[in-house]
């Protein structure tokens, strides 16, 4: 296999190129074909997930999981899912959404702020201060979640949506990104030219460097976002009003219920499963739309360091 | 007077002194809310961890005893240590599957490659809950396409949330959700790497999978390295999975069975809550510490 694969990859070296690959390269079957499994294996549940919410909760029990049921009942599930208990779901939806924007946009907005200034300032203590944030990248969200539990519920910020944005908008890790990120992508001279026309640091900041910045603002946008509308440690102990909930919590509070299922929920099961499924599609949606940011800035730390 | 020393000092390094100031401004925001957020509860929660409440005499002053707990906790132990298993069994997996898919899509030996490199990264952009429900619904015995295929065929299914498989099952899902975003990591390392050093191979007779294995392996040394911190936190701070499965399994999981599990516990059902501080805290600066020591162990073996 080796060896018929190296004559088509030696020839394309000749040729010139234009794309970063050698483009004349021959595919192999035999690669894709076990690619493809490893596809399917990331897919599956998802297809299964998607099969289970066209069906009634009887037929998620009597019917095969991996095929369509007797009735199909996907409507049903969707109009059951958004108008129970007073359409709460939705509520949920909502919520997670707040959370996820106004969360994303301020942290992305604060390291975008911090990383250019520990980037292209220099000043009294900078060293020292940068050191203290990027020497917090290790502590894990969880093992502070409980700390900023503690005491929020000293200043009764507890079960309020502040209690989920406030701790948010803090990314050490967005932080280095954006920080790496300006060292690299803004220019010098631009900054001197600028200077030199008497602009002031802000009026550069937002009419000069933001647009070079931009590419890592929304990476680390992207990474809060998705941080954020995934969270599920911090608001499950932080609210304990179900209006507040986001979806994720919402439908593990659905799920409690629903394994107990007997009597009037017994149909609840059927909403889990489409809830689920109807949370996905959001985000599935936005990486779709963003790939381009997603696919060259997730790893610029990675690559960087 | 003063006019003639104001010129003289500000003349030469005027620009600097000007653009000093700015650079507070640019980073204060961040460190008000970093100050208030992330230190200040980390703080009031090392004050806590000093205390300890006690049926005669309401909260009192109790130094380090907390700490002394913990150490000596076998449920807190049992579940660091499972964790530690975890990450064993785990990372490595999840790592190589990681590995392939970014060498594969990376190759140009692959047809649909988007199809591939995003089909792959799509469970990252699903809530871990929705993860867990999913899987735990698939293992299940109920409606679990796995039990039903063995009800059909005549066999018995094993079942996967016992408490010989528990663990596995748990590592699957979290393979599921987080390969995808490692290979991506992966992958944009591959990209930087400059072609002239394959064609450099090819020329010398190299075929695919020597340049793969003598080229692009080492070149993903520093991405690897960062997938590994982020698998180190992920480990060891694991609850979603184990919080929604224990329904499914209560038997199975106890309310020690991860570190944060038991942290969760602590706080909200036995309502410990200045030990539960002292646990995470802990717990905090063990995952800083693993973090730390297998950076410098890298380090050193890449400086060997």
Same mark, same amino acid.
């Given at each position: 296999?080796? *060896?018929? +694969?190296? #004559?088509? $990859? /030696? ?7 234009? &794309?970063? !690959?050698? @483009? ?83 942290? *992305?907005? +604060?390291? #975008?702020? $911090? /990383? ?7 000043? &009294?203590? !900078?060293? @020292? ?176 360091e | ?216 392996i080492p070149a993903l040394r520093p991405a690897l390295l960062l997938?590994l ?63 730390y020591v297998v950076l410098f162990l890298a380090g050193r073996g890449a400086r060997r």
């Amino acid at each position: 296999m080796t *060896a018929t +694969l190296t #004559t088509p $990859a /030696g020839t394309a070296t000749g040729t010139p190129r234009t &794309r970063r !690959r050698p @483009a004349a390269r021959r595919r192999s079957n035999l690669l894709t074909l076990g690619m493809l499994a490893l596809l399917v294996y990331f897919l599956f549940p998802l297809f299964w997930l998607t099969i289970a919410a066209t069906k009634t909760t009887g037929d998620l029990f009597s019917t095969f999981g991996l095929w369509f049921g007797h009735d199909f009942a996907l409507l049903a599930n969707i109009r059951e899912t958004f108008t129970r208990n007073d359409g709460q779901y939705a509520r949920w939806m909502l919520n997670t959404l707040g959370y996820a924007v106004v969360s994303s946009v301020g942290a *992305a907005s +604060l390291a #975008t702020f $911090a /990383g250019y200034g520990f980037a292209r300032y220099t000043f &009294r203590g !900078r060293g @020292a201060l940068l050191g203290l944030v990027l020497g917090t990248i290790m502590v894990p969200t969880t093992a502070l979640a409980i700390p900023t539990y503690l005491l929020f519920s000293k200043v009764s910020l507890v079960n309020t949506p502040w209690a989920i944005i406030l701790p948010s908008l803090v990314s050490p890790f967005g932080l280095f990104l954006m920080w790496v990120y300006a060292r690299d992508a803004v220019s010098d001279s631009i900054l001197e030219a600028a200077r030199i026309d008497g602009a002031g640091e802000l009026a550069i900041f937002f009419r000069v460097t933001l647009r070079s910045l931009m590419p890592g603002f929304v990476t680390v946008l992207l990474f809060t976002l998705v941080a954020t509308w995934n969270n599920y440690f911090l608001p499950l102990i932080m609210l304990n009003d179900p209006r507040y909930y986001p979806v994720t919590v919402g439908l593990s509070s659905w799920s409690a219920q629903a394994v107990g299922g007997s009597g009037s929920n017994a149909d609840l099961l059927a909403c889990v499963v489409t809830g689920s499924l109807l949370s996905v599609l959001p985000l599935v949606a936005a990486f779709l739309l963003l790939q381009r940011y997603w696919q060259s800035g997730l790893s610029a730390g990675a690559v960087k360091e | 007077m003063s006019t003639s020393t104001a010129t003289i000092a500000v003349a030469p390094p005027r620009r600097r002194s000007r653009t000093g100031n700015s650079g507070y401004l640019f980073i204060v925001p961040f460190l008000v809310f970093f100050l208030l957020f992330f230190l200040l509860p980390l703080a009031y929660a090392g004050y806590l961890s000093l205390f300890k409440d006690q049926l005669v005499g309401g909260t009192v002053f109790a130094g380090l005893d907390n700490y002394t707990r913990a150490l000596g906790d076998e449920q807190l132990l049992g579940g660091v240590l499972r964790v530690a298993l975890f990450f064993v069994l785990q990372v490595p997996v999840m790592l190589l599957i990681s590995v392939v898919a970014a060498l594969a899509i990376d190759s140009g030996l692959l047809r649909f490659v988007r199809v591939f490199r995003l089909g792959i990264f799509i469970p990252y952009a699903v809530p871990s809950v929705v993860a867990t429900l999913m899987w735990g619904y698939l293992y299940g015995p109920d409606f679990g396409p796995l039990a039903q295929l063995g009800d059909r065929l005549g066999f018995s299914a094993p079942d996967l949330l016992s408490d010989t498989l528990m663990l596995p099952a748990l590592g699957n899902v979290v393979t599921w959700e987080f390969a995808g975003y490692n290979m991506i990591i992966l992958y944009a390392a591959l990209r930087t790497v400059p072609t002239e050093r394959y064609e450099a191979a090819a020329v010398d007779g190299a075929g695919p999978l020597r340049i793969a294995w003598n080229i692009k392996i080492p070149a993903l040394r520093p991405a690897l390295l960062l997938c590994l911190m982020f698998s180190i936190i992920g480990s060891f701070q694991l609850f979603a999975e184990p919080n929604l499965i224990q329904r499914l399994a209560p038997n199975v999981i106890n309310s020690a069975y991860t570190p944060n599990v038991y942290a969760y516990s602590l706080a909200f059902t036995s309502q410990e809550v200045n030990y539960a501080a002292a646990v995470s805290f802990l717990l905090g600066l063990v995952i800083v510490a693993v973090s730390y020591v297998v950076l410098f162990l890298a380090g050193r073996g890449a400086r060997r």
